[in-house]
Nanobody
Framework: QVQLVESGGGLVQAGGSLRLSCVAS????????MGWYRQAPGKQRELVAS???????NYSDAVKGRFTISRDNSKNTVYLQMTSLKPEDTGVYYC????????WGQGTQVTVSS
């Protein structure tokens, strides 16, 4: 069974940084897209950043220039480096991988205080 485990969330002051990690384990063949989504209270889940197998990236306008997505295929791991955090970045962050199926992690809370 494929499992995704996120880590690195927490409480940080505005202007601070956090680094999220997501490790995928289980019977995984080839991972195509790896990405991060977030869901703020009362809002829909939205894309934050994604990276294809060929390492092309896609960022939401809200995080461009502040967040950086990266991946280590040898470790089936995707990272999200978040800098210059704002209170509006608060939410539960989920990682997602796409192989022949789509898998989601359980989420990690990020809270940015003003």
């Amino acid at each position: 069974q494929v499992q995704l485990v996120e880590s690195g969330g927490g409480l940080v002051q505005a202007g601070g940084s956090l680094r999220l990690s997501c490790v995928a384990s289980g019977p995984i063949s080839s991972i195509n897209t790896m990405g991060w989504y977030r869901q703020a209270p009362g809002k829909q889940r939205e894309l934050v950043a994604s990276m294809s197998k060929g390492r092309s990236t896609n960022y939401s306008d809200a995080v461009k220039g502040r967040f950086t997505i990266s991946r280590d295929n040898s470790k089936n791991t995707v990272y999200l480096q978040m800098t210059s955090l704002k209170p509006e970045d608060t939410g539960v962050y989920y990682c997602k991988i796409v192989t022949v199926r789509t898998y989601w992690g359980q989420g990690t809370q990020v809270t940015v205080s003003s």
